[in-house]
């Protein structure tokens, strides 16, 4: 097996080597979107296809309802659905599929605070510490509403691209 390490807007591949370009949670962090998919098109044989599997300025996940804060970021920083499938429609692929899935993202509400407070995620990473506090308080007090031991659910979007000839 061989690594090798490059930006997604500039893959160290060779053209039409590869059958398959699977990103999990990238499209985001891209600076040109337009620039990856005439990257996915040059490394892909004709047929070959791209999964994106990312959260959508339309998903539904539960930070948002926490954090106002968040909700520039989502605006300014998550793709439209409709963005996805036109960057690659005019990077000359056929939308195959476009689902929205619901993952699991912890078992419990307890379990879901104690990773939310690790900060890991990106965007509650790029919240003031006051932002993230207040975020933080509020998951802490959400209240008898929820049911403290069912699993903590969110929407990702799963895209599917075909490159054509």
């Known amino acids: ?3 090798r390490q490059g930006s997604a807007e500039a893959l160290p591949l060779p053209d039409g080597c590869a059958d398959l370009v699977f990103m999990s949670m990238v499209d985001h962090h891209l600076t040109d979107p337009s620039a990856l ?6 490394v892909l044989r004709e047929g070959g296809y791209v999964c994106i599997r990312n959260g959508t300025r339309e998903s539904d996940f539960p930070h948002r309802h926490f954090f106002p804060a968040l909700r520039g ?3 300014s920083d998550l793709p439209s659905r409709p963005e996805i499938e036109n960057v690659f429609g005019a990077g000359g692929f056929t939308t195959v599929v ?3 899935v619901t993952q699991v993202t912890a078992p419990d ?9 690790l900060r890991a995620d990106s965007f509650l990473a790029r919240l003031s510490d006051d932002d993230f ?31 054509q000839g």
């Open 98 to 100: 476009h689902q929205v």
């Open 73 to 75: 970021l989502i605006d």
């Open 109 to 117: 509400w307890p379990s879901f605070i104690a990773k939310s407070a």
């Open 37 to 42: 998919a005439r990257e996915c098109r040059r």
């Open 133 to 163: 506090r207040q975020g933080m308080a509020a998951l802490r007090n959400r209240g008898d509403s929820t049911d403290q031991n069912a699993a903590v659910t969110e929407e990702i979007d799963w895209f599917v691209f075909r490159r």
């Open 1 to 3: 097996m061989v690594y």
